[in-house]
Structures are given as C-alpha cells and as structure tokens.
C-alpha cells in the first residue's frame, strides 16, 4: 500500500516552455501533497503544501507564477513549472500524506531545460 | 545552526558489517522521526518512524530517538549490497512540514 507516482519520470524542454508533471496517490486519498525539488548531492527542499481544493502554500523564496500547483483531488496534483529557464533544471519530487505526518514519496521527475 | 544536521559521508562498510547512521537536531518542538532510503535518480522510501523518545525495531533496522540529546540513530544490522543507498533523517513538530537532513551515502561492499 500507500503508492505514490509520477509523471513522466523524465523530461527534456526547451527554455521558455511550460512543463507539467503529475503525482498521484494510487491506493489512498491524499489529503496534503507536498512538492519537494532536490539538487545533486543535495536533501529535498520543500517547495509548496497543497490541500485539495485550496490554494498551495508555498516556501519562501519559491515563486508562485512560475510554479504552479494544481491539487484537483484527493489523488491528483499537478506541478506546472511555467517558461522554464535552464536553471530550472533539477530533480522534482512530490509526496502525498493521509494524516499529515507519514508522507510517502513518488519517484521522482528529472527536468532537464535546454 | 541548521535545524537538522547530518554527516554526509560517504560511508563504505564490507558486507555483514553493522552500520550506525546519525543525526542531531536543534528543534524542541520535533515529535516525529523518520528514516528514509533513496537509492539513485529515484524518491525516497519510509524505512522507520518513530514518535517521541525510545526505540523502534523493524527486521535488520533499528531505529533510536533521544530527545534529551536531540540525538536520533538508524542501526542496521548484517548489511547488504542492496543496503547501499542514500539514507535521510526527517523530522516534524507542529506542522506536516517534514525537515530533512542532507542523507548519508551508504556503500556495502561485497
């Protein structure tokens, strides 16, 4: 149980277009998702909170209009990364929570910006 | 001083031998710790959790909180090739926030 994807697994897009990837809880009913980017040789950094139906919290420093989260339903959020620039570059990784405090993690989504 | 700290390694141990991964923290309010593996270009996994103080058992894992060192441990015992991985401590206390340390690169030579 508590199964966690993504997709795609990998992406490659040219600077300035839109890219979204999809997490998805397959045999529970996420009540928060949470989107992490994580850099080589680096920990995962929190990038927003989404409940479903409301609007993501984001971490300080992450820009809102360039990452955009969608969290359609109880097994569904999206993550649009908007006009994306080489530095955008990195390892994203979305996890989905029941009760707030066990948070099991997708496998990942490596975004390469050309 | 960063809320979670925790020795990067590498770490390189033979096969069978018994590993001790640690992590200190700074944070009163942390009530949840947790272990995760992640091998390469993949997301983590939950190998343990564990509430409050004590100690918590789980196969060839034991993982150890002490609360009044601000000290938590993962002890794994007999360790495998498979074992190899990067392992991450993580924590929470009064939100769902999980803080994570850097992870320590486990390598289990045959």
């Known amino acids: 149980g508590a199964v966690v994807s993504q997709h795609p697994s990998r992406v490659i897009c040219k600077s300035g277009t839109s890219v979204k990837i999809e997490c998805r809880s397959l045999?529970?009913?996420?009540?928060?998702m949470f989107w992490y980017r994580q850099f080589p040789k680096q920990s995962l950094m929190l990038m927003a909170t989404s409940n479903e139906g409301s609007k993501a919290t984001y971490e300080q420093g992450v820009e809102k209009d360039k990452f955009l989260i969608n969290h359609a339903s109880l097994t569904l959020s999206t993550l649009t990364v908007t006009s994306a620039h080489p530095e955008d570059s990195s390892f994203y990784i979305c996890s989905a929570s029941v009760s707030g405090y066990e948070q099991y993690f997708g496998p990942g989504t490596r975004l390469t910006v050309t | 001083q960063k809320e979670v700290e925790q020795d990067p390694g590498p770490l390189s141990v033979p096969e069978g031998a018994i590993v001790s991964l640690n992590c200190t923290y700074s944070n009163s309010a942390f009530q949840y710790f947790m272990w995760y593996r992640q091998y390469s270009r993949k997301g983590p996994e939950l190998l343990m959790y564990?509430?409050?103080?004590g100690n918590k058992e789980d196969g060839r894992f034991t993982a150890q909180v002490d609360k009044s060192s601000k000290y938590i441990s993962l002890f794994i015992r007999d360790s495998q090739p498979s074992d190899s991985a990067t392992y991450l401590c993580a924590m929470q206390g009064g939100s769902e926030k999980l803080v994570f340390g850097k992870g320590t690169k486990l390598t289990v030579n045959p």
């Open positions: 045999d529970f009913q996420a009540t928060t």
């Open positions: 564990t509430y409050s103080s």
